[in-house]
């Protein structure tokens, strides 16, 4: 399953590869920390939410499902060479070049379960998340949420960095 993730300010637009709209991501603008919303716009129901950590050392965001039961919470690994993310509690790694969003999802067993590319061939961030047939379809909001985990920290990141210049 090959799908386009389209941000349109911090709402994203999540396309498969005919170009239908399958999920919406919502950002939540009332909340301590970021927050956003997956949602199935095929059932027209949320699927998982994206939550920030504030008050942590390192970089934490949380996965819940649709019943708002913690799904897996990512973490940034201190590294010197290379940025890491943990995908606790599945057993998943984020392997590649974070930064410039050229990575891949590992499973327990090492298989890749989803590539994720961006694309800079318009003014709106484009990502290619392409997830492997494999994957069960109620995994497609964690590996969505995983994504946009790592590119919260990553703006996190940059915008701190924009303020130390």
Not at 61 to 66: L, P, S, W
Request: proline residues 1%; without cysteine; aromatic residues 8%.
């Amino acid at each position: 399953m090959r799908n386009k993730l389209v941000s349109v300010k911090r709402d994203f637009l999540v396309k498969n590869e005919f170009g239908t709209v399958d999920y919406q991501i919502k950002k939540k603008w009332l909340s301590i920390g970021q927050q956003f919303r997956i949602i199935d716009v095929v059932d027209e129901k949320e699927v998982g939410q994206v939550k920030e950590q504030v008050l942590d050392l390192l970089p934490t965001v949380n996965v819940y499902d649709e019943h708002g039961d913690k799904v897996t919470e990512i973490r940034k690994k201190i590294s010197i060479f290379r940025d890491k993310y943990t995908v606790k509690s599945l057993g998943w790694e984020v392997k590649g070049n974070i930064l410039d969003f050229d990575f891949k999802i590992t499973d327990e067993n090492g298989d890749v379960i989803a590539r994720i590319d961006r694309k800079l061939l318009s003014i709106r961030d484009t990502f290619v998340i392409d997830i492997d047939d494999q994957v069960s379809a109620d995994l497609v909001p964690v590996i969505l949420g995983v994504v946009m985990a790592i590119d919260l920290v990553v703006e996190r990141e940059e915008d701190e960095n924009d303020k130390e210049d």
